[in-house]
């Protein structure tokens, strides 16, 4: 089986955890309480095919704390990763700019290309700007970037991206 391990990675407070427990199906956390180093989730999808055959795969997320004291365990983190999804609040200006970071150590210095990478605006419900696309600088701006949103209960109405 094929083991793919996708790091979750951005600035505090963007909603990197609430990502990977609608991804995994895990259960939702009602309050917010920062990731402290990291959560890693497991779950399978025994449906996907490779070369046209019906080999499975695992997927492992790994949902990365984004407070900088956690800096040192990084390159452990990264290690044998497969892709970064960095999520960040575009109605935060400072966010912008520390993507570009994230973007630096987990995709530059780890050699990965740019297609093993994704930007993801995450926006909480009500603000309004889900669909703009922010100034992103170079090379943040040749990355594929998905808009997402809970809207009210995610069992009830679902995600939107």
Known sequence: MLIAKILFVG??????????????????????????????????NPYATSNNKGTGYESELWDC???PKFESFWPA??????????????DIPSHLKEIEMWYSCFVQQQFLQ???CLLT??????????????????PLNKLKLVHSNLKGDRKRSGWSS
């Open 121 to 138: 605006a995450h926006h909480k419900p009500g603000s309004g700007s889900d669909k703009a696309n922010p100034a992103l600088a170079p």
């Open 11 to 44: 600035p505090c407070e963007t909603g990197k955890t609430v990502w990977a427990n609608f991804l995994t199906k895990s259960s939702d956390i009602a309050e917010y309480n920062p990731t402290q180093g990291v959560r890693i989730l497991e779950f399978e």
């Open 77 to 90: 983190l990264m290690k044998d990763s497969y892709g970064v999804v960095i999520i960040f609040n575009a």
């Open 65 to 67: 704390g984004g407070d």
């Open 114 to 116: 740019d297609s093993q």
